[in-house]
């Protein structure tokens, strides 16, 4: 289960996009205690603790929750936005992939990285101008407030609530599988852990957390790839050679011809089934290039730094880690093809990986690295499921404190005070329903839930964003309704495909009504036309207020003029 | 900020050709991240055995370093962007906020 959930995850297992890995997982069996892998966990929660104990000491403001003071510098930020964004599934999950069809992991990984440049291109800068702590105080820079506000936070927390539950769900089977620990406990201790950083350290706790999680899961893939290139004196072709030759004796040894086998084991060098139809693909490209911009949490770390300067320098030092990773990542999975498939000692009587296929870079760490540094991987797996939801619940607890309790319900004119507590007690609900819900899912097939998190972002809050940005045409009527229209048709795509309809909901096999893996394509499309001609159409007062607003937006979001500066030092 | 503080900002030759180059610099770069990945996916889905051609003797295929490729390629695009963006465009943004500075003392200019 863990195994399928764990590719799931990331690899949106749908069809027409469908990776090998998927496919032949066993079921995650609960491994012996590991206690050094828990001792290492401890330590590494100890020194988060201490920090977010530091950190709390400074969390006096809302500013200070929300943003850290917004004095995080461009290099500090990048390296926390890589270490909310590369996630466990990521790491076990494409290295999985790579050591089951090596080249389509690939591909699967690059879809992860390409939004990042269009973030820089188009929004970073601005965002960082216009906004305060939300992604939805730039969304309604113009607008009408109330609605749009409504819109915004119901966006992030759609987003928030799926990726969450996948993340949650991930947490349980992982730390099942790495530490012998019962799921229930493991997803208890992750919903804990993430509600004191959150609770009493806010964006500072959660901001060092990541940084800490980038360094180590980047400096412990670096340790895989260089011990697996040095077994091949730094030659790719040496380590491609010797996979491919790997494969093809498996391939003989379940009975193919040496013809077949040859074929099967060459396979890895080349795309094979990942892209089955181009729609399909280019609509699960678009979901992955253009989720990115979306993603609340995300666009929420560009507050944290003190202007648009600092803003770009941090998308390029996020672009630059997560590349770099998912290069790593590549080299790990065929480490994972040369040392783990050819060890009996990590697999089952069927020759199958011990505990799935997602536990390929686990495998590996203890072919290179021996028993500590299993550890230690393991450790950093755990650590990595931690970052990433302190993020999303920070995200999620700022789109109810801000924007609906402070801007909606107390028309913006919220006590600081009481719109801190508010945040709290958000924290708290989130994390007991995070908690309640990762136990609830924990039998459910949940592969969907982050390629449909990134389809909501790129469908609903994405459209949102550039228009009102960009467009001077842009009315509150238009973002509404186009942006809940890409909202709604999203996940109502989703959930008529055939990953929701077939797998999850058990219907027949093609009963899907709507054929392809990603809804973006259509999606985003009804998001943009939406907002354009509701926009059009709009001949309300209202709508003239708002494109009379776009100048001063404009000369705000391009030179800063009048943008909250660094606040709180 | 005022109507006409915005307005004598939007008129200044330094903001007009801040916002000019800033857009179309930015549209360009996303157009060719777009052209590049999208090229790559229809390559994927249209001409696999083109990707899978061996480049030698080896078993290397000319796939891994155009999928590497499309990798620095990314990282390239953004570093091209914040290089001319720490130069030329800091440098206009800094004109506009010393211009309406010179005039409007209250304003502090947040690009810096």
């Given at each position: 289960m863990a195994g399928k959930l764990l590719v799931g995850l990331t690899l949106a297992a749908a069809a027409g996009i469908v990776l090998a890995a998927g496919a032949d997982l066993g079921q995650a069996e609960k491994q012996a205690v590991n206690w050094t892998a828990i001792g290492m966990f401890g330590a590494f929660v100890a020194f988060t603790l201490w920090i977010t104990k530091w950190a709390a000491a400074k969390t006096k403001s809302a500013a200070d929750f929300y943003t850290g003071g917004g004095g995080i510098t461009g290099f500090q930020n990048g390296l926390a936005i890589a270490g909310d964004y590369m996630s466990a599934a990521s790491f076990l999950g494409i290295s999985a992939a790579v050591m089951a069809s090596g080249f389509d992991g690939l591909i699967f990984s690059i879809g992860f990285l390409v939004g990042w440049p269009v973030v820089t291109f188009l929004l970073a800068e601005r965002l960082r101008n216009l906004g305060k702590f939300t992604f939805a105080d730039v969304a309604a820079f113009r607008f009408q407030q109330t609605p749009v506000r409504m819109f915004a936070a119901s966006g992030t927390l759609v987003v928030v609530a799926f990726y969450l539950i996948a993340q949650m769900v991930g947490a349980g089977q992982l730390i099942k599988l790495l530490f012998g620990l019962e799921y229930w406990i493991a997803v208890v201790i992750v919903g804990g852990l993430m509600m004191v950083y959150v609770l009493f350290g806010g964006m500072t706790a959660t901001t060092w957390v990541q940084i800490i999680k980038a360094i180590m899961l980047l400096g412990g893939a670096t340790f895989m790839a260089v011990m697996v290139m040095a077994q091949f004196g730094f030659s790719p072709e040496a380590m491609f050679a010797k996979a491919v030759e790997i494969k093809t004796g498996i391939a003989a040894s379940a009975g193919k011809s040496p013809e077949e086998a040859a074929k099967a084991g060459f396979s890895i060098m080349g795309p094979g089934g990942f892209v089955k139809d181009p729609i399909s693909a280019i609509s699960f490209g678009m979901a992955l290039m253009f989720g990115t911009a979306g993603l609340p949490h995300i666009l929420m770390r560009f507050f944290t730094v003190p202007n648009a300067k600092e803003a770009r320098k941090s998308v390029l030092w996020a672009t630059t880690w997560i590349g770099y990773f998912y290069i790593l990542t590549f080299i790990i999975g065929f480490g994972a093809i040369t040392f783990v498939l050819t060890n009996p000692q990590f697999l089952d009587a069927k020759g199958g990986l011990l505990g799935g296929n997602n536990m390929a870079a686990i495998h590996l760490a203890n072919a290179v690295g021996g028993n500590v540094f299993l550890g230690f991987i393991s450790a950093v797996a755990f650590a990595t499921i931690l970052a990433v939801v302190a993020g999303l619940t920070l995200s999620g607890a700022s789109a109810v404190s801000h924007d609906l309790y402070a801007t909606v319900i107390k028309g913006g004119k919220a006590d600081a005070k009481a719109e801190l507590r508010v945040s709290k007690i958000t924290t708290v609900c989130l994390g007991i329903i995070a908690v309640l819900l990762g136990i609830a899912f924990e039998k459910q097939n949940i592969a969907f839930m982050v390629s449909l998190a990134f389809a909501i972002a790129a469908s609903a809050n994405f459209p949102v964003l550039l228009m009102s940005v960009?467009?001077?045409?842009?009315t509150t009527k238009g973002v509404v309704i186009g942006g809940f229209l890409g909202l709604v048709s999203s996940v109502a795509l989703t959930i008529v495909s055939p990953a929701v309809w077939e797998v999850t909901l058990g219907n027949p096999k093609g009963s899907a009504w709507f054929p392809y893996a990603s809804p973006a394509l259509f999606s985003m499309t009804i998001g943009f036309v939406g907002i354009w001609l509701f926009s059009v159409l709009d001949g309300s007062k209202r709508a003239q207020v708002d494109k009379a607003g776009f100048l001063a937006q404009q000369v705000r979001s391009e030179t800063g003029i009048g943008a909250s500066g660094a606040s709180g030092h | 900020m005022d109507t006409t503080l915005v307005q004598r900002i939007a008129a200044h030759p330094s903001y007009r050709e801040l916002k000019a180059r800033r857009t179309s610099f930015g549209w360009w770069l996303t157009a060719a991240m777009m052209v590049v990945y999208y090229g790559f996916i229809l390559l994927v889905a249209f001409n696999k055995p083109l990707l899978a051609s061996r480049l030698g003797e080896g078993v290397m295929t000319l796939g891994m370093p155009i999928g590497l490729g499309v990798i620095v390629f990314t990282v390239v695009i953004t570093a091209l962007y914040v290089r001319r963006a720490n130069s030329d465009f800091d440098r206009l943004s800094d004109e506009v906020v010393q211009a309406v500075a010179a005039t409007a003392p209250s304003v502090k200019g947040a690009s810096k």
């Open positions: 960009l467009w001077k045409g842009c | -």
